[in-house]
């Protein structure tokens, strides 16, 4: 008689997604908006925390909203956005460099204006990139997963494809983590295709761009850049951010390299590699996150430490 698989929600994943996004954040800060060639020629193979406009090590936005959303969890409950949304403020740091527009948001916040009152219609990226830990959290139902996504994009971001964007990035952590516990490797063309489907009712342009991912030649570095390259802008819109993301996790033999490959695109860098590393993080465990990295992440509260308490105590209220 076959066992069935363990359940996709593990601390191991869940810890996984959240330091892997973090990570990815990191390895990212010190490039972001530089070209491919910027980055190769002054790091070679950036893989290897280094100080940026922040000290080596450190996160950015991405991952402070990803911890709001984990403080949230950790609460009990699932997604509350009116808590969501204070937590959002409670952490806000704009040295993280959040973008104008979110300064601006935060500050009406802070007036006290209503937390559901204040999103504009954007189609930024920024509500896919602090998104994975839920496509853990809720791998075991879909509709939840994509509900959830939606309702915290909603707090900052409503065109539809910036919604889409956040629901493609927590269903494809979501389908990462079932396959990963299930001992199954990503088939990138059935991956991308499901995908594509679960979220072409929210916005039919972004199922068309993840569609559009190219054939990706599994484990070769510098092959899977051009094609990607070639394939998305990967700048700070949820259409050309999410998809690049996501092949990078599909073209890599391990964490590492999905992560390293997502930097190496250039443009938005950390936040296509903390949406490529919640994705690695999931279907690998924390386990496959390289230990210098792990070691060289911020740890000033809340940093790595904090993580993955906040991580132990979702699955202990949850498992
Ligand atoms: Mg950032």
Redesign the pocket.
Known sequence: MSQPPPPAFSFSRLAGAALGAMCG?ALG?PV?GWSVRQIAQRFGRLDRLVDGRLPAGSY???SQMMIAILQTLAQGGGLDSFFLARRFLALYDPA??YGGRIDGLMRRLARGEAWDRVATDSWGNGGA?RVGVLGVFFAEDEDACREAALAQCRITHTHPRALAGAAAQALAVRLAARLGAAGEKPQAVRFVQTLATQIEATDLHLAQRLRAMPPLPFGDEGAARAALRAAYACDVSAAEAAPPALGAFLAAESAEQAIVLAVSLGGDT??IGAMAGALAGAYWGLESLPGAWLADLENREPGRVAVLRLCRRICDENG
């Open positions: 954040d800060m972001e950015t936005d991405d993280r460099g990139m950390d936040t």
